[in-house]
């Protein structure tokens, strides 16, 4: 069957709307770190530009970070600043690297109103790189879940 005017309309239509609701809140400056975007392109992989830039998430599953165990420091892949302790991270089942709690002043949040529902983001408060969203579902004695994209973070063993 061909597609009518009003499915390529609509179409059309879902195409011009829907990356403006789909895309996560970014956080704006002014921070430490500042780099064009032709810098931090040049920095980051594609990937890890849309995620810590454009706020996209990656693939649940996908971080090797989800398996490391082992004592040390996440740190900012924007900026190197210090963020989590692996004391703090935890297996929530959900395929990202989560953690429980963050160092002192590492990080911002902002409240991000994609996907129809809202959440609280979480950026660097250095270079304002995305990192993920936090929850409320975590372990004590926050009750918080800090779920990040591995591709934001750089893992350096104690």
Same mark, same amino acid.
Request: net charge neutral; aromatic share 8%; proline share 7%.
């Given at each position: ?9 609509? !179409? ?8 403006? =609701? ?28 849309? =995620? ?7 693939? !649940?599953?996908?971080? /090797? ?7 040390? =420091? ?10 989590? %302790?692996? !004391? ?12 429980? %709690?963050?160092? /002192? ?33 975590? /372990? ?11 591709? !934001? ?6």
């Amino acid at each position: 069957m061909l597609p009518t005017r009003r499915h390529v309309l609509t !179409a059309g239509l879902a195409a011009l709307i829907l990356p403006r =609701v789909a895309a996560a809140a970014i956080a704006e400056g002014p921070f430490a770190v500042t780099r064009s975007a032709a810098e931090w392109r040049a920095m980051l992989t594609p990937t890890e530009y849309a =995620v810590m830039r454009e706020g996209e998430t990656e693939r !649940a599953g996908s971080s /090797p970070l989800n398996a490391e165990t082992r004592p040390g =420091v996440y740190h900012c892949r924007g900026c190197d600043q210090a963020l989590y %302790d692996a !004391a703090a991270k935890y297996d929530s089942g959900t395929g990202w690297p989560s953690f429980f %709690d963050v160092r /002192p002043g590492a990080i911002g949040t902002m409240q991000d109103r994609s996907f129809f529902i809202t959440r609280t983001e979480c950026h660097c408060s250095r270079c304002g790189s995305h990192l993920g969203h936090i929850f409320d579902d975590g /372990p004590q004695p926050t009750g918080l879940r800090h779920c990040l994209n591995g591709v !934001a973070l750089v893992f350096r063993p104690a």
